[in-house]
Antibody, heavy 119, light 107 residues
Framework: QVQLQESGPGLVKPSQTLSLTCTVSGGSISSGSYYWSWIRQPAGKGLEWIGR???????NYNPSLKSRVTISVDTSKNQFSLKLSSVTAADTAVYYC???????????WGQGTLVTVSS | DIQMTQSPSSLSASVGDRVTITCQASQDISNYLNWYQQKPGKAPKLLIY???NLETGVPSRFSGSGSGTDFTFTISSLQPEDIATYYC?????????FGQGTRLEIK
């Protein structure tokens, strides 16, 4: 079955750009009517949807983050990526990638990766 | 954007109890509502999609109902392994929002 795995630096300095990659295995990122999303969760808090990309390259972003977020896809590597610019301590969170089925529900999810913003 | 108000924020119940969590949308979202279970240190797991459909492999003690703005998630007989935080999620696209979560504990 399809599995997702996040990767990237666990520590980012304030004002810099957070960069994460999600590698999809067990299936092609281009197959089916799926979107590919990023979701984050600060420690002890709830879930926040960051944005999604379709394999055509079309994207949607959370309006609260839109000015700082870029999501891209590399179908040749079966990966999609997140860039979040001008980070602050408020961006410290566990970041999840997930497959979004037809723009509705998230399944499966990656295991999550903790990113800490600190100097 | 659509706000999701989930209640209660925490809940303590005994094994075998019937447990109910509610989620209210700030506007009509039809049945565009999913429920997830998250255990500590783990990614959320989809339990219910489209308000009332049980995901494959999920025990039948879990159920969901509702449409429009008011939704309910029920565990018919609480089991020890159900201890987790539960989230609702709306998908009245293009934006996605989650409820604040309900932490479920054993009494």
């Amino acid at each position: 079955q399809v599995q997702l795995q996040e990767s990237g630096p666990g520590l980012v300095k304030p004002s810099q750009t957070l960069s994460l990659t999600c590698t999809v295995s067990g299936g092609s990122i281009s197959s089916g009517s799926y979107y590919w999303s990023w979701i984050r969760q600060p420690a002890g808090k709830g879930l926040e949807w960051i944005g999604r990309i379709y394999t055509s390259g079309s994207t949607n972003y959370n309006p609260s983050l839109k000015s700082r977020v870029t999501i891209s896809v590399d179908t040749s590597k079966n990966q999609f990526s997140l860039k979040l610019s001008s980070v602050t301590a408020a961006d410290t969170a566990v970041y999840y990638c997930a497959r979004e089925n037809g723009g509705s529900c998230f399944d499966p999810w990656g295991q999550g990766t903790l990113v800490t913003v600190s100097s | 954007d659509i706000q999701m108000t989930q209640s209660p924020s925490s809940l303590s119940a005994s094994v075998g109890d019937r447990v109910t969590i509610t989620c209210q949308a700030s506007q009509d979202i039809s049945n565009y509502l999913n429920w997830y279970q998250q255990k500590p240190g783990k990614a959320p797991k989809l339990l219910i999609y489209d308000a009332s459909n049980l995901e494959t492999g999920v025990p039948s003690r879990f159920s969901g109902s509702g449409s429009g703005t008011d939704f309910t998630f029920t565990i018919s007989s609480l089991q020890p392994e159900d201890i987790a935080t539960y989230y609702c999620q709306q998908y009245d696209n293009p934006w996605i929002t989650f409820g604040q979560g309900t932490r479920l504990e054993i009494k």
